[in-house]
């Protein structure tokens, strides 16, 4: 009696098409995605430290229980929302769409100075592209005119082009109007590939002072990490210089002019999404950790929303 109440009203709701003269197969197949989906509210409603989701996630994912979702566990406060995308996403009890990101997981900058270079930024590009990351490059002048098409490429594969002056000059050897030129020739030979105008800059050698601060109209940005890539070119030795130092908000400091970061690249990226990280932009990463970045200021990493 009750059964024949629950399927009357289950027919008014799932509408004529599935009335009375349909067989009942034709039912199951939504009322099977209403129930899943239902679950997976359920779900996501109890506490990250729940005896239920600890079960849940050791038995069905023991192998991607990974660093990342410790790392929430123990470090961060998770709002409602990062906490159940957090669970979603490093159990994967179903495939998020992976370019999402989750603010409350760490992530990481990779930045690569001095190019482009036709062969090895495509490269990383490449590498970047298959994992679904993000990179930032500080372009030179000279490279950019000459290699547009780079360009194109790194602006299309949704990373950042920021500025590296024209010809690696050390801007605080430089009187205002040298300044400007170094910076507005890099933007033009931007703009003129992408249509873009570049969001950051790091000036060469990280030097700059007062007067340059005042001159710039992009925020400065720095690194935390240096692979010291130039002088090794090793791609090894350039691997385990990320991957023994790397924490979350960090910003990796590169060269993708040399076949070696290239190879080094290829090593880490994987490595990097296999620990939890997630790869963005130097400005995606600040916005997404709730930071606006300032006229006047240097920004050597990102490790917490208060800095
Ligand atoms: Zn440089």
Redesign the pocket.
Known sequence: MILKKIKEKWHKIVGPSYSKHTSDSKILYPGFIIAVSLFSIMLAQFPQNSRFRRWYALSHHNDIVNKAIQYTQDNIPLSDHGEFLTYYRFTGFGECNPDDVDTNAPMIALTF??GPNPESTRRILDVLTANYSHATF?V?GTNAEQYQETLKEISAAGCEIGN?TYN?AKLTSLGADEVAEQIDKVNRAVKKATGENTTVI?P??GAYDEALMQQLDVPVILWDVDTEDWESRNAQKIADAVMSKVKDGDIILM?DIYESTADAVEIIVPKLKEQGYQIVTVSEMASYKGKTLELGKAYGGFQNAQQ
């Open positions: 100075d001095d500080f030179v590296h690696h790091r060469p050698y060269h």
